[in-house]
């Protein structure tokens, strides 16, 4: 994806050191599936990551190395979804996404 990575904003805050406000987020890992896009959607895959101990891959960065949004469409499986799921639960439910290139002009110049 052009070197670039995919993540989740969990929370942005401020910290300020001695004057100095630094914006940040604290932001969850997405590692991708494979080293290429989906052959058959032509869409990159990914999935959370986690570490080691298969904890969540967690940081906290400055917002200024967010360069983009990214629209991810969850990859549905064989089985029904809940008439309860809520459209803000869906990052916890779905295991994969797709990495939709289409959602803009400048999502499909920039990852593809």
């Known amino acids: 994806m052009q070197g670039l990575d995919v993540t ?10 001695r004057g100095t406000t630094f914006p940040c987020a604290v932001i969850h890992w997405f590692d991708t599936v494979g080293d290429s896009a989906d ?8 999935h959370p990551g986690f570490t080691a101990n298969r904890s969540p891959n967690i940081s906290i960065i400055h917002v200024d190395s967010i360069y983009h949004a990214a629209h991810l469409i969850p990859v549905y499986g064989t089985c029904f979804i809940s008439h309860d799921l809520k459209f803000h639960h869906s990052y916890n439910f779905f295991r994969f996404y797709y990495v939709n290139k289409y959602a803009d002009h400048h999502a499909f110049k920039i990852a593809f």
């Open 8 to 17: 989740r904003v969990l929370c942005f805050f401020s910290l300020t050191i």
């Open 39 to 46: 052959e058959d959607t032509g869409l990159w895959v990914v």
